[in-house]
């Protein structure tokens, strides 16, 4: 385990790598940010890759590669290469961004936060840390942000202090800021050709475990749902600048069975009317809704439809035990016993799918992401620990197995994607990363009380309908990870922490006397209730008599309008049909003219005849400044037509406005009064 101190400074030195990222754009030109510093501070006059790669790595925590060291070497102007060695030409001309004064900024300011944390793990827990119990909480919370499995001690802890301090700004700023400059480093870290970003260029495969797949049918929740499609986003846009499939998306055959187990188990629920286990979310998602076992037959159709059109396929391959990959396994005795003895139980399960992975990469390059081929993608925490066992993972290789959030990064650093404007992976979020986890550490907890609700109840320490209530009871502790918020993150951390179902059952109890208590209030408050709810019955009565006789009121004022605009529309037809005659009238009179008087006489009439109504037009036009349009004209004159009639029979239009305003504002008062009564009741 690395020291508090080392910790801390990879920290600020991935927080300071963000920064300078934002006026570089370009990871070589970071480095050599970091590099123009180090030569400067350590007057490095001549030095070799290897010596300045060694200072780089060992003065920031940094692991990049010689590879990437050498590119941003080539960056720099002052330097100059003899032979293996590297010699600057003068020192006082070495100019640069001051990394060291922005880094100890960063490590004051990161280290007011690990206090913080710590103070509050302190207050939480009702007791005082040790400096070795300091020193986990420091190493963990470090763990958390650098994405490493190998601090789960006080995640919890850790998780809701960050979401009880979501609306400090500053704070979230500044934990994101290390955030974004992980997965810049962690690009990096196992990329050793970055000349090539914007770009995917080789065939990776990526099998998918059960709990992605659910996550990516909603069943666990929104939050997981948008962070599955983030990154199928990414690959298949991988996919379409390649104009071939290079990222192919797999299942194991047994990842299937996994699948139909479990949708055979919810329609053994539904059949039987059972709950189904508080703490498997997605089987709760599955059963809600479904009033008979082919409700559930549906879903697992529309699941696997679902699969199939975002590209998932079984995988085929039947060669997993044959003797030419057993140079391939990583299955063993010995590493089956240790692993089981190290997480506490059959390590088989986890190491199965590993082993598959194994075999696929064969004699792959593993310490570049890009060259690995192959890799699991899981949900499961025991498993992602396992991957990065020791025996299972040599130091700088890409494990056999890691999570989404890992995935997304790699693919949106190399597309090339940057910050800003861009659209940022929801994953990138602290917040967001608090919240699966603080999700998943609850889940866990209630897991772990669940089965010891069903000892007791099997033991016969609990009736069935105590276990059934307190089932219930759990069932409502057990929170998807976008119903997380700094609001509720003390009662979450109270249930985490409780180590039994005492606390629960003394709650019970509580709750059943003060029941009691109250129930004798309860009978006298039902009395005064039900005088209330008479009432409040009479006017509710009053007031649907008066909303049926405005609603009477305002259908005679409506048939009454209706019958004065059928005598304007007459008006208005015997008007049309007067200007269709005279327009008719005036064309008749003048062909019957024209053939009459022949055209050589009316000629000249006919076009004074014809300009006339266009001349009157253009000084209309002049006059007033607007053209006649006719259809205008009418609709105006039917206007008029209608508001003579109404004036005529005295008829008041704004009286039937008047009504509706009343039926409405008495409909509102009787949905009010309504839902009175339903509280009441």
């Avoid at 030569?39 to 003065?59: C, D, G, P, V």
């Amino acid at each position: 385990m690395r020291k508090t101190k080392e910790d801390n400074t990879l920290l600020a030195s991935l927080a300071v790598f963000r920064e300078i990222y934002n006026a570089q754009k370009d990871v070589y030109g970071i480095i050599s940010v970091f590099l123009t510093e180090l030569i400067r501070n350590q007057a490095l006059y001549s030095f070799s890759l290897n010596e300045i790669t060694s200072k780089l790595n060992s003065t920031y925590e940094f692991e990049i590669p010689d590879a990437v060291v050498r590119t941003s070497l080539g960056r720099l102007t002052f330097l100059k290469k003899e032979k293996t060695n590297y010699e600057v030409s003068d020192m006082s001309n070495i100019k640069g961004q001051s990394v060291s004064e922005t880094q100890k900024a960063i490590l004051s300011s990161n280290q007011s936060i690990i206090d913080n944390l710590i103070r509050f793990t302190e207050k939480e827990k009702k007791e005082q840390l040790t400096d070795t119990q300091k020193e986990k909480v420091s190493h963990s919370f470090c763990c958390f942000l650098l994405d490493q499995n190998n601090g789960d001690e006080y995640i919890e802890y850790i998780t809701a202090f960050i979401l009880e301090n979501e609306g400090d700004t500053e704070f979230k700023n500044q934990l994101n800021l290390i955030r974004e400059g992980v997965i810049l480093y962690s690009g990096i870290k196992y990329n050793n050709n970055l000349n090539d970003l914007g770009t995917w260029r080789t065939e990776l495969t990526i099998y998918v475990d059960t709990e992605i797949l659910f996550h990516l049918a909603g069943y666990n929740g929104e939050l997981y749902k948008n962070l599955v499609f983030d990154f199928l986003n990414f690959v298949k846009e991988i996919n379409i600048k390649a104009t071939r499939k290079l990222i192919k998306l797999k299942y194991f055959t047994e990842v299937r069975y996994q699948i139909e187990g479990f949708f055979t188990k919810a329609k053994y629920l539904v059949e039987g009317n059972v709950s189904p286990d508080p703490t498997t979310t997605a089987m709760v998602s599955i059963v809600n809704g479904c009033k008979s076992p082919s409700y559930v037959i549906e879903k697992k159709s529309d699941f696997y439809v679902l699969l199939k059109s975002l590209g998932f396929e079984e995988d085929t391959y039947d060669e997993y035990y044959s003797d030419y990959n057993n140079k391939y396994n990583v299955i063993s005795q010995e590493i089956d016993k240790r692993v089981s003895e190290e997480i506490g139980e059959d390590a088989g399960q986890y190491l199965k799918f590993l082993n598959y992975i194994s075999i696929h990469r064969g004699e792959a390059n593993e310490n570049n992401f890009e060259n690995i081929g192959d890799i699991f993608l899981t949900g499961n925490s025991t498993t992602l620990k396992v991957a990065w066992h020791d025996l299972l993972k040599d130091d700088g290789n890409v494990p056999l197995a890691t999570h989404l959030g890992f995935l997304t990064s790699k693919f949106w650093f190399k597309l090339n994607k940057g910050f800003g404007k861009n659209h940022v992976p929801k994953s990138f979020d602290i917040i967001t990363k608090a919240q699966v986890v603080l999700s998943k550490v609850l889940q866990d907890k209630v897991g772990t009380k669940f089965e010891e609700l069903k000892s007791q109840y099997k033991s016969g320490k609990l009736t069935e309908a105590q276990a059934k209530g307190r089932i219930i009871a759990l069932r409502h502790q057990v929170r998807k990870p976008e119903e997380i918020k700094n609001d509720i993150v003390k009662d979450i951390l109270s249930v985490i922490t409780e180590d039994s179902l005492e606390k629960f059952i003394e709650e019970q109890s509580y709750l059943k006397i003060k029941a009691e208590k109250h129930e004798e209030e309860n009978l006298k408050l039902l009395d005064e209730l039900e005088a209330k709810k008479g009432i409040e019955n009479q006017y509710l009565e009053a007031k649907r008599q008066i909303l049926s006789e405005k609603t009477n009121l305002r259908d005679a004022l409506e048939r009454q309008r209706k019958k004065l605009e059928g005598k304007a529309i007459k008006k208005y037809q015997n008007l049309k049909i007067a200007t269709i005659c005279l327009v008719v009238l005036y064309c008749v009179l003048m062909v019957a003219a024209i053939f009459y008087y022949t055209w050589d006489k009316m000629e000249k009439y006919t076009y004074i005849f014809g300009g006339i109504p266009i001349a009157a037009s253009v000084i209309y036009l002049i006059l007033f400044e607007r053209s006649i349009n006719p259809i205008k004209v009418f609709d105006r004159q039917k206007q008029k037509y209608i508001n003579d009639t109404y004036k005529e029979f005295e008829f008041d239009i704004s009286e039937i406005e008047k009504v509706e305003q009343e039926i409405g504002k008495l409909k509102n008062e009787l949905n009010i009064i309504g839902g009175n009564l339903r509280n009441i009741g």
